[in-house]
């Protein structure tokens, strides 16, 4: 069986037809007329070469051109530009005429001008629709329409003078979209069923508010104009119509929704807020049977979804004005774990899938106003590191809230957690995405966990066992969800990190009491090294548990009065062990976190020896001890270059300790152990420089002890360091190293030079003034007269030295 559409709606089509085959016919016309001239064009004589277009070429002369021309706009185009411009000019006219001129006429003559214009211009398109001039039809039909709502404002001028205008113009707006509707179904034309919809969407809120109606009414008016257009919208054919009328039902029915939600979440009293919510009622079920007609799925499901939110808004506005404030959060939630049961109704599935997602959404918010107090919970014990060991308070919440007012309603935050946890746990055995819901049910859980203390206010040692409690918990399930054939699960992994972050929480709080503080550090330390032992948890566990270690060796030094340089020592045994655990898990993924973990406990220990020199200077050394027991590992030779720096440094702290001024006694200790690796990397590798294996070691010693020599008055230095640079000259000369004996000669030259400064002095002073420019002319004159045997002489010395090694 065959629909036909309305008549209206079938005229448009069969218009719309007609235009593309006038289109259409006129492309083929003129294609037909450059064919006729290219035939005409082959049978006449072809012209002489050079004088005329090539055979097969398109014609010359101007039909070329105008075949080739492509029109820039269509004739209906054209057409419906002119009638619109025609159209609106006509009305600016009729405009100016009742608005600027109207008071030149007396009343009868007003109407009878104006009444007439109107009936003629409306009863014209019946005879543009007989020749079939639509367009034209439609164009003066406009200016119809807007000469109606001129016709109304001169009634209520002329007639109406003392009506209230507010409700004149609802009035005048319904009468309007009355004619305007059946003017438009009578004749079927295009324009009048839009525009009469959009103005059907005025009289009931214009009628109220002339009425001065409350926010209740108002509320209530606009969304009986919401329902109306959706009815509209569902019933229309036309595709403008249902256009106007899902644009004004959004409109109406948004603003009614939130007005209603307004009304309801401000009332001061449970029947106030039940009209409220009736409204808010209302508004679902238009979106539910509006979802329920409607064959677009993702709109039903969105209708759906505003119709839970809606329930669930109306429900808790009742809800807070009737049970105390904590409780109106999980009353919410209870409302959307009752929307879910329509998963088991008979609803159809886009319906069943918005109500879901409102649920959904409503859950989010619950979690979303649990967040200011499990953020609370998390940050707030940091505050205890300010003032430690101040004094045990009372409860948990005084430790974490301790300068800062706590969230209200807080007594009820683990309660909406568990729940929601409880509903992603349920539904995660019917999803694809099971691990990730599962992992989410994970974090709500420990989130309800960790602020329970807080919420029900438990003593502070009580409070303290249970966020133990949570670390063991958490570390159970890592061990539990492990797989059995690779590394951590995501939920493992999860379970691990909420560990972790409970036991920083859980050391912080504990910092407000000292038998506190170490009780729970040694309790985190073994249950971290308990949960080391396994191999897939050992690179979080381990690290975590010698961070507790150090927090503990830390702690037990303040315990026994100790100073920060002494309490260092302590410290040190955390990076000793690390390096034991590190040097037995070489080959697992423990072994650089472990490290990590023992090199920062060691950074620790050097920042709290620094007050103290000379224990800094102990510290570093066994420092270097550590670092050198984990450099006999193959695998971190390299290890044993900071092992040295540590030494090194040790040194040079123990001689400033001692006020030792001499820089020899620094620059020593650098220059044997540099000669020596320097001496057995030339052994294993006889193409290595002396450079490279004695100059840094020499140039530490020589540099510095020339610039002490410079200044010194006395002779010991000066002589020593002579001594020193003719040793290690001639040691060049006798070996043939570069190195040793460009640094041993260059430093003796300059050595001698320092001690002969006075007496060259003495001699330059004593000598007429003439004779030092003397001297230095005939000298150029001598390096003049040689300059070829001087530079033989300097080719065959850098020769020489290009033969040592």
């Known amino acids: 069986m065959t629909n036909l559409p309305p008549p209206a709606e079938e005229l448009r089509i069969l218009d719309a037809e007609l235009r593309q085959l006038d289109l259409r016919r006129a492309v083929l016309l003129r294609r037909r007329a450059w064919l006729v001239h290219t035939l005409r064009a082959a049978a006449a004589p072809q012209p002489a070469q050079g004088t005329g277009a090539a055979p097969g070429g398109p014609p010359p002369g101007p039909a070329t051109g105008v075949a080739a021309r492509r029109p820039e706009t269509t004739a209906p185009g054209v057409q419906n530009v002119l009638l619109v411009l025609g159209g609106v000019l006509l009305t600016i006219a009729a405009i100016a005429f009742t608005l600027v001129s109207w008071g030149h006429l007396g009343i009868a003559g007003r109407s009878l001008v104006l009444g007439a214009l109107t009936v003629g211009v409306l009863g014209a398109p019946v005879t543009l629709l007989r020749r079939g001039l639509r367009a034209t039809a439609e164009a003066v039909a406009g200016l119809g329409t807007a000469l109606t709502v001129l016709d109304a404002y001169a009634l209520h001028e002329v007639a109406f003078t003392g009506a209230d205008g507010v409700g004149y113009t609802a009035a005048a707006s319904a009468v309007l979209a009355a004619l305007w509707a059946a003017y438009g179904v009578r004749l079927g034309l295009f324009h009048p069923l839009p525009l009469a919809v959009a103005t059907a969407h005025l009289p009931l809120l214009l009628w109220a508010v002339a009425l001065d109606a409350g926010p209740l009414t108002l509320t209530a008016v606009l969304l009986a104009t919401a329902a109306g257009g959706t009815a509209v ?38 029947g106030s807020a039940a009209r409220a919510a009736a409204l808010l009622v209302v508004a679902a079920a238009v979106a539910v049977v509006t979802g329920h007609f409607v064959p677009n799925r993702a709109v039903a499901a969105a209708a759906a979804t505003a119709a839970g939110l809606c329930l669930v808004a109306g429900s808790a506005g009742v809800l807070r004005v009737s049970v105390p404030g904590e409780w109106t959060v999980p009353g919410c939630q209870l409302c959307a774990i009752l929307l879910l049961t329509a998963e088991r109704t008979s609803l159809p599935l886009p319906l069943r899938q918005g109500l879901v997602r409102a649920a959904v959404a409503v859950q989010g918010f619950a979690v979303l106003w649990a967040v200011p107090l499990v953020a609370g919970s998390v940050l707030g014990p940091a505050v205890q590191a300010v003032t430690p060991w101040s004094g045990a308070p009372r409860t948990v919440r005084d ?105 920083v929480d859980l050391a912080l709080l504990s910092l407000a009491s000292e038998s506190a503080t170490i009780g729970v550090l040694v309790t985190l330390t073994v249950l971290f090294g308990a949960a080391g032992r396994r191999p897939r948890h050992a690179p979080f566990t381990v690290p975590a548990a010698l961070a507790h270690a150090t927090a503990l060796a830390c702690a037990l030094g303040a315990s026994a009065g100790l100073r920060p340089p002494h309490t260092a020592l302590l410290v040190l045994v955390v990076p000793a062990v690390a390096a034991l655990i590190a040097s037995r898990s070489s080959a697992s993924r423990a072994s650089v976190p472990v490290e990590v973990a023992g090199a920062a406990a060691m950074l620790l220990a050097l920042a ?198």
Request: aromatic letters at 6%; a positive charge.
């Open 233 to 270: 919208a569902l019933r229309a054919a036309s595709a403008p119509v249902r256009v106007v009328a899902v644009v004004g039902a959004l409109g109406t029915g948004t603003v009614g929704v939130l007005s209603a939600g307004w009304l309801c979440w401000s009332a001061s009293d449970p």
């Open 399 to 503: 430790a974490v809230f301790a300068d800062v007012t706590g969230p209200a309603y807080a007594s009820t935050v683990p309660l909406v957690l568990a729940v929601v946890a409880a509903a992603l746990v349920v539904a995660g055995h019917r999803t694809p995405r099971r691990l990730a819901v599962m992992v989410v049910a994970l974090v709500l859980g420990w989130a309800a966990l960790h602020v329970l203390p807080v919420a029900l206010q438990l003593p502070y040692t009580a409070g303290l066992v249970a966020q133990a409690a949570v670390v063991v918990a958490a570390l159970g399930l890592a061990v539990r969800s492990d797989r059995a054939d690779g590394g951590p699960t995501p939920l493992a992994l999860t379970a691990l990190l909420l560990a972790l972050l409970t036991s």
């Open 608 to 805: 709290l020896a620094v007050p103290d020199p000379p224990m800094l200077a102990l510290v570093l050394s066994l420092c270097g001890v550590v670092a050198a027991a984990t450099a006999l590992r193959p695998e971190r030779r390299a290890v044993g270059w900071a092992a040295a720096a540590l030494w090194l440094a040790a040194a040079w702290v123990r001689l400033a300790a001692w006020e030792v001024g001499t820089p020899e006694a620094y620059t020593l200790p650098v220059t044997g152990p540099a000669l020596v690796v320097g001496f057995l990397r030339r052994r294993r590798d006889t193409a290595v420089s002396s450079w490279t294996a004695y100059g840094p070691g020499l140039a530490a010693t020589l540099v510095p002890g020339l610039l002490a020599a410079w200044d010194d008055q006395h002779w010991l230095r000066p002589l020593l360091l002579g001594v020193a640079a003719l040793a290690v000259t001639l040691v060049g000369a006798r070996r043939r190293l570069q190195a040793p004996l460009v640094l041993g000669a260059g430093a003796l030259a300059l050595v001698a030079l320092h001690e002969l400064a006075p007496y060259l002095t003495q001699v330059v002073g004593a000598l007429p003034r003439w004779v030092p420019p003397a001297l230095a002319g005939l000298v150029l004159l001598v390096l003049g007269a040689t300059y070829e045997h001087r530079l033989r002489d300097a080719r065959r010395l850098r020769e020489a030295l290009g033969r040592l090694r």
